[in-house]
């Protein structure tokens, strides 16, 4: 699949991105777009599911650390649900994945 593809689903108090594609320098304002939409609606946890993410840089990683810091600024929680390992390496390999909550399942 090339580009990216987000759905919101709402869940009461927990909003969550379901993440398809790739995310990239092209597509992360997509992704950032979607995040900022998603905030006023998060009244709890902002998760974002990456399971079906072929592709992430540097873009999406620092995108998801500048809206961990927005998140947790206003008392809530943004939870990352772990990409595929050949995505999630990027994580580890940045020592992101030591700054960001991550679990293997969305906690829905």
Do not use: C, W, Y
Request: hydrophobic share 45%.
């Amino acid at each position: 699949m090339r580009g990216m593809k987000v759905e919101t689903r709402n869940g009461g108090q927990d909003v969550l991105l379901f993440v398809q594609g790739e995310v990239d320098l092209d597509t992360a304002p997509e992704l950032e777009a979607a995040l900022e939409g998603a905030l006023p609606h998060a009244r709890g946890r902002l998760i974002v599911d990456l399971r079906a993410v072929s592709f992430l840089d540097s873009s999406g990683l620092a995108l998801l650390l500048r809206q961990d810091g927005k998140v947790r600024a206003d008392g809530r929680s943004l939870i990352v649900v772990k990409a595929p390992p050949q995505v999630h390496r990027a994580f580890e390999i940045t020592g992101v994945s030591e700054l960001l909550t991550m679990m293997d399942e969305p906690p829905l």
